[in-house]
């Protein structure tokens, strides 16, 4: 019963989103890639790449890719280090000037249990380097991230993923401070046992906007460490 209270709010979530939304916006797509690669019981690395577009798998806004070392304290904690770059087109409806970005991230992972309903936190510091176009001055942002997400088991074969991310972006004198939030709910299909799609709505408020996402993902998790016979 629980699980379709869950259900009921997201739709109701969902169609109050859309209900506020101005004319002028359109909706976006996010389509994503992420894999782990377990190379130990300690160690593994991670890869995710991600394609933002302002409509709809088309209007090409932002290419993200990135490569992580992580290593799993416990069963129910990770740390990582990564690095990753970007090809950001802030120009709506025509070719606009690009920014190319070197990111550099550091992350804590945290997993546990409230009753049967597993919760995942996720915190990061992030160092965005912005290779802006003259004259601009190359300019780096420091960012906060907390994200707060839940897996609902439907059956062996669907699920339910929610997730909450909050995410700060430290003022300086070159750039502004802003506040981002990032609301995603998302239906998931377990393709086979180390691989899910998920198809899903993500909500965007950033800098007074208020932007609708369609997104699709594929998850994919590998184990090369050494079985005992």
Known sequence: MKRYIFLIILV?????????????????????YGGTYRISDKVSLSNC?????????????????????????????????????????SGFNKEGIHTYENRLF??????????????????????????KPEPTDDILHNRFRYRLGTKITLNKTFFI?????????????????????????????N???SANLQVGYLNRKIKGMNLHRLQLSLFYKADFRNKKS
């Open 191 to 193: 393709v086979f046992k």
């Open 106 to 131: 550091e992350q804590i992972g945290y997993k546990h249990k409230l009753g049967k309903l597993p919760f995942d936190h996720r915190i990061r510091l992030e160092q965005r380097f912005l290779d």
């Open 49 to 89: 790449v991600q394609s933002w577009h302002y409509e709809v798998a088309d209007n090409f806004n932002f290419l993200f890719t990135n490569i992580a070392v992580n290593y799993h304290v416990s069963p129910k904690l990770t740390t990582s280090l990564s690095y990753g770059f970007m090809d950001i087109d």
């Open 161 to 189: 993923r929610l997730n909450n991310e909050y995410i700060w972006t430290v003022q300086t004198k070159k750039n502004d401070g802003f506040d981002e939030n990032r609301a995603y709910g998302a239906l998931g299909i």
């Open 12 to 32: 109701f979530s969902l169609n109050s989103s859309f209900a506020q939304a101005p004319v002028e916006e359109q909706m976006g797509s996010w389509f994503t």
